[in-house]
């Protein structure tokens, strides 16, 4: 979760600015936060923690220090695949892969067990660091593990900039790196291995479909989005805008949450007092409809539409009552299994795919467990490993 108090003033044109941006330039600009935050994480910003350390296989952070956590299991091996021509070599067998998040909270978490499932029964070790969501901390980061000897890396990008320039130095070093939440084409493009696309404006599409399909008389709408700037909430808005347009439905309020349940239900009570018939709710992260599903049955608000996006487990039971009535679901886990593969891919000397698309579905309490159980959010084998980031 990110504490907005402690962001720079972002607008859209400068994160389209940086979006567009070659790898290389300096950090800064509009946040590529993971979907997904809960409260307990805010303050994790300090800057002299010591790295853990635990044995090869497991997890392990660094607190801001730039310097990626260690583990026993060093790099093996002379070379590392690198894109030649077109032409992909190689690279060792085992080794450390490094993870580079953004942040910890549980979207990415829950990203870091798909990576830990792409590389199940290899020799490799996974080696996760965080960045703090500090663009300049994600670029040492990655500087780090590839100084340590990492033979891949799968980042999940404070910035745009940031994550451009990591991969660019990744490339430099015949180091493929894989970006894990990639929003759409960039002139960074050629710095990337292998990508994890998702499609936001089909997202909100979605969304804007389940709502005329189930409330044709519409009504009024708050929407809670994540962070302006992001770039991942432009597009769900413009998905959701083109499918209402001409419909009943009138959006009355459109405010960031900043991925933080507190900070979502202010939101919504605010949009309440203005408009005390407000007839759904939007929230662009399950972390967000978490707060607001307990804010609606605290104040017995049960006929209130409320759909939500991503998922996790709290968010699971909560669509079960009549508090949450959906999802636009994707899993953070399959984004990390999708980056993971093409980075082995690359490994063993293989082209991967440059963009494999995330799959997004409307997840409602008849089918939760079927989409759940096909695609999940987490994979709890490697619960264990990221517990204590």
């Not at 994790?44 to 997890?59: D, E, F, R």
């Not at 500087?143 to 910035?159: M, P, Q, R």
Request: charged share 20%; aromatic share 6%.
């Amino acid at each position: 979760m990110i504490n907005p108090d402690e962001m720079p003033p972002v607008g859209r044109r400068r994160f389209l600015q940086g979006i567009a941006a070659i790898g290389g330039l300096a950090a800064g600009g509009g946040l590529l936060a993971a979907c997904g935050s809960d409260k307990k994480t805010a303050s994790t910003t300090a800057s002299t923690a010591a790295p853990a350390t635990t044995s090869a296989g497991t997890a392990t952070t660094t607190a801001g220090s730039g310097a990626a956590a260690t583990t026993v299991a060093g790099s093996a091996g002379t070379t590392t695949a690198e894109t030649t021509g077109g032409t992909l070599v190689a690279g060792p067998t085992e080794g450390v892969i490094g993870v580079t998040l953004n942040g910890v909270n549980d979207y990415a978490k829950q990203l870091a067990t798909g990576v830990y499932e792409a590389f199940k029964g290899t020799k490799y070790t996974i080696e996760v660091a965080s960045d703090n969501y500090d663009a300049g901390t994600e670029l040492t980061n990655a500087e780090a593990l590839i100084s340590k000897g990492a033979v891949g890396i799968v980042g999940l990008a404070v910035t745009a900039e940031s994550a451009a320039s990591a991969a660019q130095a990744a490339q430099a070093k015949g180091v493929p790196y894989a970006n894990s939440l990639w929003p759409g084409p960039t002139d960074a493009d050629k710095y990337f291995t292998a990508v994890a696309a998702l499609d936001s404006v089909k997202g909100g599409t979605l969304i804007g479909e389940y709502l005329k399909t189930t409330l044709p008389a519409g009504g009024k709408i708050c929407v809670v989005q994540g962070i302006v700037g992001q770039g991942f909430s432009e597009l769900i808005d413009q998905g959701l805008d083109a499918s209402l347009k001409g419909t009943p439905f009138t959006v009355v309020a459109r405010e960031q949450g900043f991925f933080d349940r507190t900070k979502a239900v202010a939101v919504v009570e605010t949009a309440f007092q203005a408009n005390p018939d407000i007839a759904v709710i939007v929230a662009y992260a399950a972390s967000m409809s978490d707060g607001i599903a307990q804010w609606l049955k605290d104040n017995k608000k049960d006929t209130v539409l409320h759909v939500s996006s991503d998922a996790d487990e709290e968010m699971i039971g909560w669509i079960k009552t009549p508090y949450l009535k959906a999802a636009r679901y994707y899993s953070a886990a399959q984004t990390g299994l999708i980056a993971g593969q093409g980075l082995l891919k690359a490994l063993k000397g293989e082209k991967p795919a440059f963009k494999t698309d995330v799959d997004q579905i409307i997840a409602t309490a008849d089918n939760i467990d079927a989409v759940v159980a096909k695609n999940p959010y987490v994979y709890a084998e490697f619960k264990d490993k990221v517990a204590n980031l």
